[in-house]
């Protein structure tokens, strides 16, 4: 009786003790409200145009699926493998865990999936008996609270298999490139070796554990009658084909990495926050186009310098193709959003436009010739702006000067409209740079932008005056597939649609007969224009054609010259650009021609037959000739009076006008009163001085002398002597994404 009692106080004490002990536990555990909305870490995907992924974004790679949709090997060899009682104990196996407490192994090993899945999910990795207690208390509620099939569904979504990769789809993608619906028994066998020990097993790293430790699942599945021996002798010998990114340990590889840093610096993280967007399984669905990104990255390949390119639709402003530099794992610095450059004379077209809405037209004349332009209120010397090739052409149409890039009608038509006049159409077509002042020299392109901003510029003659701005997203949804965000085209009008489609024709004659001409496509209607910097230390090439503009930038972080005088836009730029828009073309099925979107009643332009040198109307006689849009009632009558055998009639109001400054004028006199100079007739100006038109009086709009020497665009740029990776570094600390 005494001993009965002893016993029965012993086991009262036991069970008091072991009460207290599970209460005080208790307290730290979740709670059944807390285990019911519960949800894994799941993995964002970014999305090409297409619906094509380009990359994931997550802290735990991990792609959930339903229990039905998993390989029936994948299911069947991960129970053999953890546990092949798993629907039939309730969550977990006292004899098992007795068993190992009393071989010594302190109840480690006697995990079910349940408990397994309750540690995954709520608990540490630390053995000790505390944990041991919670977890199997943990699993004990959630055997209550869920069904097995949703337990083990969780369970294959939950676990690790090493390398990143969070689940059972995202281990099939990682190690084999393929769904965990369409995994082999040879495929499964080896994934369900790896969750006793992923970086032990991993076959990447030792296929001779990774073999052995399949043939135990193998050989579990066939003890269970689950398989028969030769299933398991095939799967066995299975050649196993691995994901070739996964054998070089990168499992996240992102097709577009300037492309995604951008979003997700400058549009994900700040609206979303870091957790939601490496945690939340967004879907985020984007502009750009994959193929054309691919076309992009080797046309930049073929570039010797730093650089970069970037293509968009001007209809609505989406990125198609972004490449910030050559290697985004040795600088991440995005040279097409953040290299604010000068651009050359690639700026020269938004010159051109603010003649063309100051009623200036292509067929007008002007002089290439030195000139000498003191700055108001200056002390100091005249600037003389020269050509790049130390020659000039004299008198020549606007259409000519824009086509072969020559400097000095563009410095006199800025004197003429005024820089602030300038600088307001460049606001107006997409340039937000900071450093765009209105100097006498902003026509030269000494301002420093970007190559987006260009891009947004050039949208502009591609799409009949229209503005669009750049944009990277079009939609965003939550896991749930609630629509977070949604994105369309903002478009505002930046020109009259006449004077649009006048400049496009003008930049046309650039890629048919001026510095763009190896740009040439047969069968294409192409525009673009070159740019080159002083020193040589920046080319540029910006164009587009029906559907598509892009341009290409290429310069040295370091700003050293690109070369010798043969360092071009025509010679480093062009031919990449010319690379990229052969592919492009292909794989977007541009077409051929611009489209006639507007009437010529409705644009108040039309088609003109023009002699390049003269401006007039050409004749069969003209040699270089070619077509522009002109304003319909501002067409000369006449015909060329340089080839033509009958002269223009002067009473002609719609010919061409030579456009002079007080200096030209001048200049003009003292050639007409030298007769020493007056060798050949072809040395005189083609009009009469009734043509000529009064003196231009000089732009009121200039600032003091300080804001108008060519100065240094350099001194506008605040400096930071840390190194881009060093940002970039910092920016993965601010939003603990590292």
């Known amino acids: 009786m005494w001993l009965g009692m002893t016993v029965l106080a012993c086991i009262a004490a036991i069970s008091v003790g072991l009460a207290l ?65 798993f629907y039939s104990h309730k969550g977990i196996r006292p004899l098992a865990i007795l068993r ?50 949703k337990l083990l569904e969780t369970y294959l979504n939950a676990i690790y298999f090493g390398h990143g990769a969070w689940g059972i789809d995202a281990a099939a993608h990682s190690y084999f490139n393929k769904s965990a619906s369409d995994l082999t028994l040879g495929e499964a066998s080896i994934l369900a070796g790896l969750v006793a020990a992923p970086e032990k097993y991993s076959p ?45 340990n990168k ?62 639709d001007p209809a609505d402003g989406s990125i198609l193709a972004l490449v910030g530099g050559k290697d985004f794992e040795q600088s991440k610095f995005n040279r097409v959003t953040q290299a604010f450059r000068q651009s050359g004379s690639a700026f020269k077209p938004i010159v051109y436009t603010a003649a063309l809405e100051a009623d200036y037209r292509p067929i007008d004349h002007i002089m290439d010739a030195p000139i000498s332009l003191r700055v108001p209120n200056s002390s100091g010397p005249a600037w003389t702006p020269h050509n790049f090739s130390e020659t000039y052409a004299g008198e020549e149409t606007l259409l000519n000067a824009l086509a072969h890039s020559h400097n000095t009608p563009a410095v006199r038509l800025t004197y003429m409209l005024g820089p602030t006049a300038v600088v307001e159409t460049a606001r107006r ?47 965003i949804r939550s896991r749930e597939g609630k629509v977070l965000q949604l994105n369309s085209p903002k ?59 892009a341009v290409v930038y290429a310069g040295n972080d370091d700003l050293k010259p690109l070369g010798g005088k043969n360092a071009t836009g025509s010679q480093i730029a062009l031919p990449v650009w010319s690379s990229f828009i052969r592919s492009a073309v292909k794989i977007l099925e541009a077409p051929q021609v611009f489209p006639r979107e507007l009437s010529d009643e409705e644009s108040g332009v039309r088609v003109m037959r023009v002699c390049v040198e003269s401006g007039f109307p050409a004749s069969p006689e003209c040699k270089k000739v070619t077509n522009i849009y002109m304003p319909a009632d501002r067409i000369p009558t006449a015909t060329c009076p340089l080839h033509a055998e009958s002269a223009a009639e002067a009473e002609d109001p719609n010919a061409p006008q030579l456009l002079l400054l007080d200096q030209d004028k001048t200049d003009l006199e003292a050639v007409k009163k030298d007769e020493e100079l007056l060798v050949s007739q072809d040395q005189l100006p083609i009009f009469g001085p009734s043509q000529i038109p009064p ?37 993965l600390k601010k939003y603990n994404i590292q």
């Open 100 to 149: 190992s407490l009393f071989s010594g192994e302190g109840g480690q090993g006697a995990s079910t999936i349940t408990q397994q899945l309750s540690r995954n999910l709520f608990l540490s990795s630390e053995k000790s008996l505390d944990r041991k207690a919670k977890e199997a208390i943990i699993s004990l509620h959630m055997e209550r609270l869920y069904s097995k099939d």
């Open 695 to 731: 003196p231009i009086p000089p732009a009121p709009d200039l600032p003091p002398a300080e804001g108008n020497s060519t100065g240094s665009w350099r001194d506008y740029i605040k400096k930071d002597d840390r190194s881009v990776e060093e940002r970039y570094q910092e920016l």
């Open 491 to 549: 478009i505002t009008e930046a020109l009259q649609p006449g004077t649009a489609m006048i400049a496009r024709s003008m930049l046309q004659e650039v890629i048919r007969a001026g510095t763009g001409s190896k740009a040439r496509l047969a069968g294409f209607e192409m525009f673009g224009k070159t740019g080159t910097t002083n020193d040589y230390t920046d080319a540029w090439f910006a164009g587009g054609v029906p559907g598509l503009v």
């Open 21 to 85: 002990y599970i209460n005080k536990i208790s307290d730290t555990l979740p709670t059944d409200d807390e285990i019911l909305a519960y949800r894994a870490n799941e993995a964002s995907i970014v999305y090409d145009r297409k619906g094509r992924v380009i990359t994931e974004l997550y802290v735990e790679n991990r792609k959930p699926m339903k229990l039905e949709q998993f390989s029936k090997w994948m299911v069947m060899s991960i129970l053999a493998a953890e546990d092949s009682q």
């Open 429 to 475: 077509m997409g340039i937000t740079s900071p450093y765009l002042t209105p100097t006498l020299s902003v026509g030269l392109g000494v301002a420093s932008v970007t190559p987006l901003e260009m891009a947004v510029v050039y949208s502009v003659f591609a799409n009949n005056g229209n503005r669009v701005e750049p944009y990277f997203i079009r939609e």
């Open 204 to 248: 990447i790293r030792n296929m001779n554990l990774a073999k052995a430790r399949q043939n135990y699942v193998l050989n579990r599945l066939v003890h269970l009658d689950w398989i028969t021996r030769e299933e398991a002798d095939a799967a066995a010998q299975e050649q196993l084909k691995f994901n070739e990114r996964t054998e070089k």
């Open 251 to 312: 499992l996240v590889f992102n097709k577009a990495p300037y492309f995604v840093s951008h979003i997700l610096f400058k549009e994900l993280i700040p609206v979303y926050g870091s957790d939601k967007i490496y945690k939340g399984g967004m879907k985020i669905y984007t502009t750009l186009d994959l193929d054309v990104q691919q076309a992009a990255e080797e046309s930049m390949a073929k570039l010797k310098s730093e650089g970069g390119l970037v293509a968009l």
